[in-house]
């Protein structure tokens, strides 16, 4: 910490170890079907820590002409006569439902009251924020604000991955107004929500989809296990609930489990979904079914795309070639590109959102798992650091658990408090 003026403390810096959170496999069941899309929405590795090894297995187990050195902008279209794939679905519910995907009678209610949801946030933040109050219990407990429990604070804060630049504001903040005073741990919660609440209220921006010529496209992008196609499937949801017509584009194209999981989707929300045989070129499906929803005067297309490590070169080469490939048809076009990011990740989560910024052009974030994850703070740090716009957070698999993103309510369940503290001047 640099020396400030009227005997404000000196900060040393702190370097931490990171912890995982774990991941929970998902639930055997009968249907082969909705056994094989659960993969992408629990997020398969079996044990903590393994998601980015058994991701980069994933990738590599591809076809080896998967991603050609040189990927061309042509866009192969359908033989001769013939049409692309265009999965009509219908609206009604099966009678058998497939466990991976929640009924549509899960859906909330419209009246549904604000602390529902937050009762639930606050809960799937539970870990974090235990992990928090148990520190600020114990360091300031009878004790004055001193040069010490400082340096402690901005351990517990990193530690919860809030990163360095808001630990330090915050310790900051307290020494200017409390130091060498004695001071309870919930006056510290009150000025850690609020710093929170500070960092976070510029980049909350519900994603909001505005009328246009064409069919507004959302592009979405991540790892393997994130939750992309379970994320597009409760959008769809949400935008059908809004009055607007809808269609999804199968764009994992090599991940059998996961066409069959927006298939499952699109049954559950009346949308048509677009596929092509296993293996095809993920760019071409998705400059056909830009195609359709023209020809249809489709409002939302949601194109799903095949989970990658940020660091695999020739995936992130195809993810570039499929943003050219949609704006041939529109040069607006991706009009989102969302990276969906998994909250039990930690630290790698910042290195996804630089790596995939560059590449795929991101524009706003989603954040699920946030409920099983000690790491919760990675979005403070996400945040602070890049200003993205985040549109939602998840905090279970229901369909109802994919919500608009609150600065305030995310910083109370954070800390553990009771209420939404009010939004900072």
Same mark, same amino acid.
């Given at each position: 910490? #640099?020396?400030?003026?009227?005997?404000?403390?000196?900060?040393?810096?702190?370097?931490?170890?990171?912890?995982?959170?774990?991941?929970?496999?998902?639930?055997?069941?009968?249907?082969?079907?909705?056994?094989?899309?659960?993969?992408?929405?629990?997020?398969?590795?079996?044990?903590?820590?393994?998601?980015?090894?058994?991701?980069?297995?994933?990738?590599?187990?591809?076809?080896?002409?998967?991603?050609?050195?040189?990927?061309?902008?042509?866009?192969?279209?359908?033989?001769?006569?013939?049409?692309?794939?265009?999965? *009509?679905?219908?609206?009604?519910?099966?009678?058998?439902?497939?466990?991976?995907?929640?009924?549509?009678?899960?859906?909330?209610?419209?009246?549904?009251?604000?602390?529902?949801?937050?009762?639930?946030?606050? #809960?799937?933040?539970?870990?974090?924020?235990?992990?928090?109050? +148990?520190?600020?219990?114990?360091?300031?407990?009878?004790?004055?604000?001193?040069?010490?429990?400082?340096?402690?604070?901005? +351990?517990?804060?990193?530690?919860?991955?809030?990163?360095?630049?808001?630990?330090?504001?915050?310790?900051?903040?307290?020494?200017? +107004?409390?130091?060498?005073?004695?001071?309870?741990?919930?006056?510290?919660?009150?000025? *850690?929500?609020?710093?929170?609440?500070?960092?976070?209220?510029?980049?909350?921006?519900?994603?909001?989809?505005?009328?246009?010529?064409?069919?507004?496209?959302?592009?979405?992008?991540?790892?393997?296990?994130?939750?992309?196609?379970?994320?597009?499937?409760? *959008?769809?949801?949400?935008?059908?609930?809004?009055?607007?017509?809808?269609?999804?584009?199968?764009?994992?194209?090599?991940?059998?489990?996961?066409?069959?999981?927006?298939?499952?989707?699109?049954?559950?929300?009346?949308?048509?979904?677009?596929?092509?045989?296993?293996?095809? =070129?993920?760019?071409?499906?998705?400059?056909?079914?830009?195609? =359709?929803?023209?020809?249809?005067?489709? =409002?939302?297309?949601?194109?799903?795309?095949?989970?990658?490590?940020?660091?695999?070169?020739?995936?992130?080469?195809?993810?570039?070639?499929?943003?050219?490939?949609?704006?041939?048809?529109?040069? =607006?076009?991706?009009?989102?590109?969302?990276?969906?990011?998994?909250?039990?990740?930690?630290?790698?989560?910042?290195?996804?959102?630089?790596?995939?910024?560059?590449?795929?052009?991101?524009?706003?974030?989603?954040?699920?798992?946030? +409920?099983?994850?000690?790491?919760?703070?990675?979005?403070?740090?996400?945040?602070?650091?890049?200003?993205?716009?985040?549109?939602?957070?998840?905090?279970?698999?229901?369909?109802?658990?994919?919500?608009?993103?609150?600065?305030?309510?995310?910083?109370?369940?954070?800390?553990?408090?009771?209420?939404?503290?009010?939004?900072? #001047?």
């Amino acid at each position: 910490m #640099s020396d400030t003026e009227g005997g404000k403390p000196a900060k040393s810096g702190s370097l931490f170890s990171r912890l995982f959170s774990r991941e929970e496999k998902p639930a055997k069941t009968d249907n082969a079907r909705a056994e094989e899309a659960t993969v992408e929405d629990r997020g398969e590795p079996k044990h903590p820590g393994d998601s980015a090894s058994q991701s980069a297995e994933a990738a590599e187990d591809r076809s080896p002409n998967a991603v050609p050195d040189s990927v061309p902008d042509e866009v192969p279209g359908p033989a001769p006569g013939q049409a692309p794939n265009l999965t *009509l679905v219908d609206a009604s519910i099966p009678d058998a439902v497939p466990d991976a995907v929640p009924a549509a009678d899960t859906a909330p209610a419209a009246d549904e009251a604000p602390s529902g949801w937050f009762a639930r946030l606050r #809960s799937g933040l539970s870990r974090t924020s235990s992990q928090l109050s +148990d520190g600020l219990t114990g360091i300031f407990t009878r004790r004055k604000l001193d040069d010490e429990t400082l340096e402690e604070l901005e +351990d517990i804060l990193i530690q919860a991955d809030l990163g360095v630049a808001v630990a330090s504001r915050i310790t900051e903040a307290l020494a200017a +107004d409390r130091y060498d005073k004695e001071i309870s741990p919930q006056e510290v919660r009150e000025v *850690l929500a609020a710093e929170v609440s500070r960092t976070l209220t510029p980049v909350a921006h519900p994603l909001e989809v505005t009328e246009r010529d064409g069919p507004t496209v959302i592009l979405m992008v991540g790892v393997n296990g994130t939750g992309k196609t379970t994320t597009i499937g409760k *959008l769809a949801h949400r935008f059908r609930a809004e009055g607007k017509s809808v269609m999804l584009a199968a764009g994992d194209t090599f991940r059998a489990a996961a066409v069959e999981q927006l298939k499952v989707w699109g049954e559950r929300t009346g949308a048509p979904v677009i596929t092509r045989e296993a293996g095809a =070129d993920a760019a071409g499906l998705a400059y056909d079914a830009i195609s =359709d929803a023209k020809a249809t005067d489709t =409002d939302v297309l949601l194109i799903d795309t095949a989970g990658r490590l940020q660091n695999k070169e020739g995936l992130m080469s195809e993810l570039e070639k499929i943003r050219r490939v949609i704006a041939k048809h529109d040069g =607006d076009a991706p009009h989102h590109v969302i990276l969906v990011l998994d909250g039990t990740t930690g630290q790698n989560a910042l290195s996804q959102v630089e790596l995939f910024g560059k590449t795929a052009g991101v524009t706003g974030l989603v954040m699920t798992k946030l +409920d099983g994850t000690a790491r919760g703070g990675i979005l403070v740090a996400i945040a602070e650091k890049f200003a993205l716009p985040i549109h939602a957070v998840g905090v279970g698999e229901a369909i109802d658990d994919l919500r608009p993103f609150s600065p305030d309510e995310f910083a109370a369940a954070l800390v553990a408090q009771d209420t939404a503290p009010p939004t900072p #001047s």
